[in-house]
C-alpha cells in the first residue's frame, strides 16, 4: 500500500511559477511510474504528466507541454510538478498518482489547489 501526500499548491498570479510536491510511503517508490493529474473546477480529472520509473521518459499533456516539467528523487520518494508560465486555465486541484504498471494508476494522494488569479 503507498500512500501519497501532495503539497505546496496556493495562489500565483498569471505568468507565475509555482512547484507542486508529492510525498510517497509506504512501498517500494522507485517501481512506481508516477503520474499528476488535475481536475479544473467544473470539470473532470485530466492527465497532465507522468514520469517512469526510472526518471528516463516523461510525458506531458499538450496543454502543459513546455511550461510543465515533472521529475522525481527516487531516494527521498518524492516527485515534483514545476510549472511555469502559468494560466487561468491550470486552475485546477493537482494530484499525484503511482502505477505499479504503465498507465495502471492504482494509488492517488488527496490532491493540492492550485489557484492561478490576478
Known amino acids: 500500500q503507498v500512500q501519497l501526500v501532495e503539497s505546496g499548491g496556493g495562489l500565483v498570479q498569471p505568468g507565475g511559477s509555482l512547484r507542486i510536491s508529492c510525498a510517497a510511503s509506504?512501498?517500494?517508490?522507485?517501481?512506481?511510474?508516477m503520474g499528476w493529474f488535475r481536475q479544473p473546477p467544473g470539470k473532470e480529472r485530466e492527465f497532465v504528466g507522468r514520469?517512469?520509473?526510472?526518471?528516463?521518459?516523461?510525458n506531458y499533456a499538450d496543454s502543459v507541454k513546455g511550461r510543465f516539467t515533472v521529475s522525481r528523487d527516487n531516494a527521498r520518494n518524492a516527485v515534483f510538478l514545476q510549472m511555469n508560465s502559468l494560466k487561468p486555465e491550470d486552475t485546477a486541484v493537482y494530484y499525484c498518482?503511482?502505477?505499479?504498471?504503465?498507465?495502471?494508476?492504482?494509488?492517488w494522494g488527496q490532491g493540492t489547489q492550485v489557484t492561478v488569479s490576478s
Open positions: 498518482a503511482a502505477a505499479p504498471d504503465p498507465g495502471q494508476y492504482v494509488y
Open positions: 514520469i517512469s520509473r526510472n526518471i528516463s521518459i516523461t
Open positions: 509506504g512501498g517500494t517508490f522507485s517501481m512506481y511510474s
